[in-house]
Structure formats: structure tokens, C-alpha cells
């Protein structure tokens, strides 16, 4: 066995460094587009062929089982280290977008896309719009928002959590002074800051013995995007399906990023530290993925 161990080692070692070429490069589509599908794969290859080595050539099926349990979590532990790889290539790749590109406004952006030239992927800046509005649980008029409504504690810190509560509206867009075009997103893609309102709490919250004097104060913290709010588009522009309709899309048509307001230099530093977060957690694990698999390989 001490043969098959030293044979199979560079056939491991070829397929981890595959493995992680195609996570940085599988890292720079969207999140939409499934990009985890190709790495799961080859993680089920490697798994298949580890198990059949382990059953035929070594034959006993006693090691079999003790040892599938060591596979089993270095496979888990390589899944999430793979998983975390591409988390941080999404969140480098926007970062670089918004330090390398300086924001266009979305009617010179339609301008040169009607001469016929290729707009492409970059940043573009406008208004927020949407065709139906919603209302804030601290009552701002919005397009969306994700609020967590909490008691008021002492010293301005989170009290105790009431209700989470959150809505989009079906479709967003992002309006220049002359033109108008579709924002295409998910809940993950929105950036917003995190601002406090006084609310009321919603009944079923909180105990009816607080609705006996007035209807309990809460504190709505929430992020939310206002009807006329400045934005900014990390995405492509492209051809709406009806004539002089236009779209902004992510790769691969799937979400593009909204940064709400002056957050754009806040946002970038928040993506790098993310990403870096998450190389530095892909690195610790695939470290201790190599350990886990070394005993048994």
C-alpha cells in the first residue's frame, strides 16, 4: 500500500492545484450562474476513485469503513475550502471593479451604445427607480429594504431582536435625465448602509402588556433603497428584448451590484476585506484538509 500512497501522490496534489486554478477562475463569474457546480465534480471524482482504490486494491473491507470517515471530512473540509475560494474571487473582482473604473452616467453609457460602441462591464451611475414603491418599517418610501427591528436598549446598542423584515420590488432600474434602464439583482448584490429609525413594533412582537398604555417603540435598523436616491451599477449594459429598452446585467446575464449613495469607497474596502477574509479561511482549511487526507493517502 505504501506503493499505491506514493503513486497517487502527485495524481492528488496535480488535482488540488486544478482544483484551485478552477475556483479563481470559476470565482470571477456570479454567484447566479452556479459556479460551485464544476468544483463539487471533480471533488465526487476524487472521492470515487479514492473509495474504489481503497476497496479493490487494498481489499480489506474493515479499513474500508474506519477510513471513509477520514475521507469523508477531509472531502467536506476541501468542499468548503473551495466554496470560500470562490466567495473571495467574486468579492475581489468587484472591488477591483469599482477602484479601476470610474462611474459613467447611464445616458452617455446608452449614447455610445446607440453609435455602436460596446459600453462593456464597468460602473454606471444614475437614479434609483422602480415602476411600485414599499414603505420601510421606519417609514421611508423605498424600492427595498432589509430591516431588523429591535427594543430600544441603553446607549444606543442593539437591543433584542423583534422581528426581521424585508421586500423588493419586482423590478429595478436605474433612471438617467433621458433614459431608462432595468436593473437586474439579487438580495446579496444590494449595498447599503445600515441606518437607525424609530418604528413601532408590530403586534405579536412583543406582550400584549405593552400595548395596554401606547403601542411600543422599537428601533428599525435598516438598509434601504430610497425612490431618487443616487446609485451606482457594477455591472454590463446591454439591449433590453424590446426595442429602446436597455439592461444592466452581471456576468453571464445574472445580478449586477447596486451600491447605494457615497458608499463606493466604504464598499470597495468592505469587498477586499472580504475577500481576503475568505482566502485566509480557504487557506487555513485546505491546510487541514491536507493533514486529515494524509492519513489515509
Known amino acids: 500500500m505504501e506503493l499505491w500512497r506514493m503513486a497517487l501522490a502527485p495524481v492528488y496534489a496535480a488535482c488540488l492545484l486544478g482544483l484551485l486554478v478552477a475556483a479563481f477562475a470559476y470565482g470571477r463569474k456570479d ?10 465534480l ?9 473509495l ?3 476497496r479493490y486494491v487494498q481489499g480489506t473491507g474493515a479499513v474500508l469503513a474506519s477510513e471513509t470517515a477520514v475521507k469523508a471530512m477531509g472531502s467536506v473540509l476541501l468542499v ?4 470560500l475560494a470562490l466567495r473571495g474571487a467574486w468579492a475581489r473582482t468587484r472591488a477591483n471593479v469599482l477602484r479601476g473604473s470610474a462611474p459613467v452616467p447611464l445616458d452617455e453609457a446608452v449614447a455610445a451604445l446607440r453609435a455602436g460602441a460596446s459600453p462593456g462591464w464597468g460602473v454606471y451611475h444614475g437614479i434609483l427607480d422602480a415602476e411600485s414603491t414599499l414603505t420601510s418599517p421606519g417609514g421611508v418610501p423605498c424600492v427595498f429594504f432589509d430591516a431588523e427591528v429591535r427594543e430600544v436598549a441603553a446607549d444606543g446598542r442593539r437591543g433584542p431582536l423583534l422581528s426581521h423584515e424585508r421586500a423588493y420590488a419586482p423590478v ?3 433612471r438617467g435625465q433621458r433614459v431608462r434602464a432595468s436593473v437586474s439583482f439579487s438580495p446579496a448584490s444590494l449595498m447599503a448602509p445600515v441606518e437607525v429609525r424609530r418604528c413601532q413594533a408590530l403586534p405579536g412582537a412583543v406582550p400584549v402588556s405593552w400595548y395596554q398604555t401606547a403601542h411600543p417603540e422599537a428601533l428599525s435598523w435598516e438598509r434601504v433603497g430610497a425612490v ?12 433590453g428584448p424590446v426595442e429602446g429598452s436597455y439592461a444592466l446585467v452581471g456576468r453571464e446575464g445574472g445580478p449586477a451590484m447596486l451600491v447605494l449613495g457615497p458608499q463606493a469607497p466604504a464598499t470597495r474596502g468592505t469587498l477586499a476585506r472580504q475577500a ?7 487557506g487555513v482549511l485546505s491546510m487541514a484538509a491536507a493533514v486529515v487526507l494524509s492519513r489515509v493517502l
Not at 31 to 39: A, H
Open 80 to 83: 468548503l475550502a473551495a466554496g
Open 228 to 239: 431618487g436616491e443616487s446609485c451606482l451599477v457594477v455591472g454590463e449594459l446591454r439591449r
Open 42 to 50: 471533480w471533488f465526487g471524482l476524487l472521492a470515487g476513485v479514492s
Open 31 to 40: 454567484v447566479t450562474s452556479r459556479p460551485y457546480r464544476v468544483p463539487l
Open 52 to 54: 474504489v482504490v481503497l
Open 276 to 282: 481576503w477574509r475568505h482566502f485566509a479561511a480557504a
Open 172 to 174: 429595478l432600474a436605474l
